[in-house]
């Protein structure tokens, strides 16, 4: 499967954006897509997923960090997740990526619950 972020860009603090992930290829090979995000000098992080078939289907996940600011969504006929990300704070600053795989319950906030990776889109919130 191909994936490819776009919307991010440079938003004041308690701005808003949203990201878009498109699909593409193999489809019907995955389950789900999360979005991790990673700062500069820190690990990659697990910010929102949203399967949509079998368990937990449609119920969507955030870390706690951005829980009650971002929202996330898909529309299954574009084959693209959104993640809307409301009252941006500077900590909110790295590169996100999408990340499209069949997690299960135990590693869908993982790395490891997704074999295909987009390129990543920069979010720069300044203070």
């Known amino acids: 499967v191909q994936l490819q972020a776009s919307g991010g860009g440079l938003v004041q603090a308690g701005g808003s954006l949203r990201l878009s992930c498109a699909a593409s290829?193999?489809?019907?090979?995955?389950?789900?897509m999360g979005w991790f995000r990673q700062a500069p000098g820190k690990e990659r992080e697990f910010v929102s997923a949203?399967?949509?078939?079998?368990?937990?289907?449609?119920?969507?996940y955030y870390a706690d960090s951005v829980k009650g600011r971002f929202t996330i969504s898909r529309d299954n006929v574009k084959n693209t997740v959104y993640l809307q990300m409301n009252s941006l704070k500077p900590e909110d600053t790295a590169r996100y990526f999408c990340a499209g795989g069949r997690p299960i319950l135990s590693t869908i906030r993982r790395a490891e619950g997704y074999s295909d990776w987009g390129q990543g889109t920069l979010v720069t919130v300044s203070s």
């Open positions: 290829g193999s489809v019907s090979s995955i389950n789900g």
């Open positions: 949203i399967r949509w078939s079998g368990w937990s289907s449609g119920t969507p």
